[in-house]
């Protein structure tokens, strides 16, 4: 068991192990794989244990493990040097691709990490605005900075209280949480704001706390409040964007955002993260303008060369591949859930999905926070016995890439009802 000794090993010298939480399978017990490679759809653990993929590095890996023109790319790369610390003509290739990829891009400037630039994304707002409060939603994660670590409210909207120590209430003072999907609710408290407002950040397409979809007019009514009060909407697409088509979430429902952030695909699973939006408000970033925002790795060649080289192979018969093996996926298990009355809600938009352990409909943290988090324990364990690698958390999205065959699809739909026949 050579997982189980490098775990071994890893809790004494990294703090549980791991370098980021969830990869530690706190949410579902046992020991996490410590994956030695990956190919196409697959991974191998350090013990030679084969698995099809669901997690793709947590979103980036679109095109599955080691795309032949991503590795070429590269390699090329590697030839021409790793880092300079001087601009580069590909990171003007990166931004020009993505203000092409997504037309309401007017500026973007190119960071390391989602956290990165989600960061930046609410310091140039605050910046742009001269106010100081934002408003996120509850299960919404925007990465591990001090003012967006703040508790999943309770029904009602609160004033932030930190959910991690080290977390003063003076860094999250200004952070107000409201309920996803809450049309009214969250109306009323723009409106009371009013021009303390600075900013509404939102995963327009919720993937952290499992798959949330908005409901009918939830986004339409943030652009039209925070316009109203000249507040900045910040679309959080690091998950959804380039996942659910080649425009983001935001070509799917037609709502233009002032800002947006991103990562994960944008850097191919080398670490880029982008934010950018409006001329107006861009401007006001260093060096241009007064808000301070840099790194010594920013728009890294390697980094940005893996990044284009996965962008410029998104075009619509991928996404199109990418529907039809999610449809299979949804078909498969549907059927299952249904033959055997098991209470679950299953949510899918293109390669994107998760399967909620609930009775009841899913809207929002609090209603999917409800589910069964031991039932879904025992099913990853479960799959993962079957060769299927799924995220170890009932509150993630799992993934499809276009490495996936019917094949593996299959695999993963038998693999399943053998799972859900032992719960
Ligand atoms: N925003 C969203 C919507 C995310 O899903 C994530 C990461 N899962 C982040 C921000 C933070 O990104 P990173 O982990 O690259 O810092």
Known sequence: MNSQKIFEVATDIIPGGVNSPVRAFGAV??????????????????????????VGSWGPMILGHGDPKVLLALQAQLGKGISFGAPTELEVELAELLCQKLPYLEMVRLVNS??????????????????????????CYHGHSDGLLVAAGSGAATLGVPNSAGVTPAQVADTVVANFN????????IQDLNTDLAAVIVEPLAGNMGLVEPQSGFLEMLREETQKRGAVLIFDEVMSGFRVSAGGYQKTCGITPD????????????????????????????PSGP??????????????????????????????????????????????????????????????????????????YAT??????????????????RGIYLPPSQFESAFISTAHTEEDIDQTINAAKEALSDM
């Open 29 to 54: 017990g046992g020991t996490p794989q410590f994956i030695d490679r990956a190919q196409g759809a697959y991974l191998w653990d350090a013990d030679n244990r084969r698995y099809i993929d669901y």
């Open 114 to 139: 989602g956290t990165e630039a989600v960061m930046s994304a609410i310091r140039a707002a605050r910046g742009f605005t001269g106010r100081a409060k934002i408003i996120k939603f509850a299960g």
């Open 182 to 189: 809450d049309i009214d609710g969250t109306r009323q408290l």
């Open 259 to 286: 800002l947006v952030t991103l990562g994960k695909i944008i850097g191919g699973g080398l670490p880029v993260g982008a934010y950018g939006g409006r001329k107006e408000i861009m401007q006001q970033v260093a």
């Open 291 to 364: 808000v301070y925002q840099a790194g010594t790795l920013s728009g890294n060649p390697l980094a940005v060369t893996a990044g284009l080289t996965t962008l410029n192979q998104l075009d619509e018969a991928l996404y199109q591949r990418l529907e039809s093996l999610g449809q299979r996926l949804e078909t498969g298990l549907r059927q299952i859930l249904e033959e055997k009355q098991i209470p679950a809600q299953l949510h899918r938009v293109g390669s994107m999905w998760t399967l909620f352990f609930s009775a009841t409909p899913i809207t929002d």
């Open 368 to 385: 999917a926070a409800q589910s069964d988090t031991a039932r879904f324990g025992k099913y990853f364990h479960a799959m993962l016995e």
